[in-house]
């Protein structure tokens, strides 16, 4: 199994405040992605790596930013939160493969927004 | 875009019963189809994958098989275990670059002894 490891796993905050979630890898894959999970919608995608530095927007990156200085680490902030991203936050990984290959999930990260 | 619908949950089902969750999906090109497995408190696993039309996945005694005609990828097991009480998700990954992943909504099953 791909070691990856979120941080932190439980966090509540307050509307408002900034908060970066960790995703680490010991792996490495190349591909990085953060999904949201919610009830009635499943996972979706926020944002995406292909690379160091190189990332691009999913289907609901609204609100979020992300970085990708090391091949092991992708960082989701949420410049000033709300409660619409009250969620649970799983990471995944990648390896180049056509489109044939399997992602490799993190543990996730409950995010609660007051 | 791409989309994957897959039946409301949840299911219950008592042990040794046959299950069926249904998976249809939109794309263009030609995806790959995938159900993942999610235990309480885990992140997703890959649970089996089919590449191309007519392929046939199976795992674990799960098996589905790749139907371009019906664009559907419906998961099967013959007979259920408590076990196997999860959430289960279809999804497909585009014939594009960075193997995105489109997600179904997911279907909770309780295998109740």
């Known amino acids: 199994d791909a070691g990856i490891t979120q941080s932190p796993r439980h966090k509540v905050t307050e509307t408002g405040t900034p908060v970066t979630l960790r995703c680490h890898q010991t792996?490495?894959?190349?591909?990085m992605y953060w999904y949201r999970q919610d009830p009635g919608h499943g996972l979706r995608l926020i944002h995406y790596?292909?690379?160091?530095?190189?990332?691009d927007k999913g289907e609901v990156s609204d609100g979020y930013s992300v970085s990708r200085s090391k091949t092991e680490d992708f960082l989701l902030t949420l410049e000033s939160a709300t409660s619409s991203q009250t969620s649970v936050y799983f990471c995944?990984?990648?390896?180049?493969?056509?489109?044939?290959?399997?992602?490799?999930f993190g543990e996730g990260s409950r995010l609660t927004v007051l | 875009g791409d989309s994957v619908t897959q039946m409301e949950g949840p299911v219950t089902l008592s042990e040794e019963a046959f299950l069926t969750i249904n998976c249809t999906y939109t794309?263009?090109?030609?995806?790959?189809l995938f159900w993942y497995v999610q235990y309480p408190g885990e992140g997703l696993q890959l649970l089996l994958k089919?590449?191309?039309?007519?392929d046939k996945g199976s795992n674990k005694g799960f098996e589905a098989t790749y139907r371009k005609e019906t664009t559907s990828f419906h998961l099967e097991k013959g007979s259920v275990q408590v076990s196997d009480s999860a959430v289960y998700f279809c999804?497909?990954?585009?014939?594009?670059?960075?193997?995105?992943?489109?997600f179904g909504t997911g279907t909770k099953l309780q295998v109740i002894p």
């Open positions: 792996e490495n894959h190349r591909y």
């Open positions: 089919a590449t191309k039309a007519d």
């Open positions: 999804a497909l990954m585009d014939s594009g670059g960075y193997q995105k992943v489109t």
């Open positions: 790596s292909y690379g160091v530095k190189d990332t």
């Open positions: 995944a990984t990648g390896r180049p493969s056509g489109n044939t290959g399997e992602l490799f």
């Open positions: 794309a263009t090109g030609y995806p790959s």
